[in-house]
Every structure is written in C-alpha cells, then in structure tokens.
C-alpha cells in the first residue's frame, strides 16, 4: 500500500519559515517525481515546487520562486520543502504527490499518488 505522510503544517507569522517533509512507503521514491501542491479555500490545487527522479531538475511555481526549495533523500524516502519568507498568501492546504510518469510535473493531474494535506497558515 502506498502512503504519503506529510509532517505536521502550522502558524507561522509573515516572513517566518516553516519546513514540510513527506515520507514515502509502499514504493522506492527514487522511482518516482516527487511534487508538493497547496489548495486554498475556494481555488483550485496549484502546482508549487517538483523534483525529477535524479535530482537534477526541479521546478517552481511563480509565486513561490525565490521562497522556497524543495529536495528529496532517496534513501530515507522522504521530500521537504523549505519555506521561507513566507507571505499570508501562502496559507493553504500543502500536499506531498508522487508520480511514475514522465508528462508536466506542474499537472495536477500527473500525479498517482497524494497524501493527505497539511494546513499552512501565515498570519500578517
């Protein structure tokens, strides 16, 4: 069975940084994209940070370019993504996906597997 299990969002203020990470079980996540969505209340799911199965390219959503960074340990399972100078728009719900194909990584639809959301909120 796959799982994806985000740590534990929270509050942070305007400027702060906050680390998320995601353990993978059930695959081998060097098999696999690794990307990191955030959903807030009445938008739809929008792409923000994905890593390739060889670490050697990532990608940024334009909003957080310059923010935040996103890396993955093979060996532990695991993706993070570091966040920094965080803004009250960023507040929204963060997932972890994974996904065996090759297609957009910006896509929603690209990925097979998700976790189950963890809530960011930046305070002004």
């Known amino acids: 069975q796959v799982q994806l299990v985000e740590s534990e969002g929270g509050l942070v203020q305007a400027g702060g940084s906050l680390r998320l990470s995601c353990v993978v079980s059930g695959i081998t996540s060097n098999n696999f994209r690794m990307g990191w969505f955030r959903q807030a209340p009445g938008k739809e799911r929008e792409f923000v940070a994905g890593i390739d199965f060889n670490d050697r390219y990532t990608a940024y959503g334009d909003s957080v370019k310059g923010r935040f960074a996103i890396s993955r340990d093979n060996a532990k399972n695991l993706v993070a993504l570091q966040m920094n100078s965080l803004k009250p728009e960023d507040t929204a719900v963060y997932y972890c996906?994974?996904?065996?194909?090759?297609?957009?990584?910006?896509?929603?639809?690209?990925?097979?597997?998700w976790g189950q959301g963890t809530q960011v909120t930046v305070s002004s």
């Open positions: 996906a994974a996904t065996a194909g090759s297609g957009n990584m910006w896509h929603v639809n690209e990925y097979n597997y």
